[in-house]
């Protein structure tokens, strides 16, 4: 395994899905990297398992696509797709510029001033912090606002759905500074603020695509990540 940071330890209880989630969460971070082979024998030797734990937790993940496992060969951490990743990038546009309208009419001035608080804490980390706390504090802002929609429920559907476009977040917050992120989350709170829907939905616009503005640069400084980058022709 290519990284050599200290590796996460399972707790007390269920096996599968502690390794499930810390195995997902090192893919969607890039801990390890898209093509790198994964071993069942080593993982099982690092969290002090069994294979069979491990095996399982392979077979999840390849059910996310995270993994795939190419008999005789072994098991590999899946490219990202492109076409998976526009597609993704469009569901959540649609989906999150309709919660940013529901925000606007139901926000007080309370969740205004703990937004902002947000907005504050991004700008600390994002001059201090790691791309990984950065990315940590992104997905807590959004969580935040289908929360105020009250819509929480859709947070967790758009985490699932939003695998292949996390691998590609984290990948661009090492690549470049989360700035123009504050910047554009902060004009999010503004336009909620100044109870402007068309406002909000027109700044949450803007933020959504980045990633698709970005992707083909974050694909040419890392192309043997990719899979269907052909479609961006």
Known sequence: MAS?????MLKEGAVVPQLHQLLRDRIINCDLEPGQRLSETEFAKVYDVSRQPVREAFIKLANEKLVIVR??????VRLISVPDTLTSRFVREAVEVDLIRRVV??????????????????REVAETGTPAEFMRLDEAFHRRLAEVAGKLE??????ALNLQINRVRNISARLFEPDKLVVQ???IVTAIR??????????????LRKVKEDLPHIILANPDYFEGAEILL
């Not at 050599?4 to 996460?8: D, F, H, L």
Request: aromatic content about 4%.
């Open 71 to 76: 008999p005789q060969r072994g098991t590999f």
């Open 4 to 8: 050599t940071r200290p590796m996460p």
């Open 105 to 122: 009419d139901r926000a007080t001035p309370e969740i205004v001033a703990e937004l902002e608080a947000q907005i504050e804490l991004q």
């Open 185 to 187: 989350h902060a004009a």
């Open 154 to 159: 859709i947070s967790e559907y758009l985490l």
């Open 194 to 207: 100044a109870e402007d829907a068309t406002m909000a939905e027109g700044e949450m616009r803007e933020h």
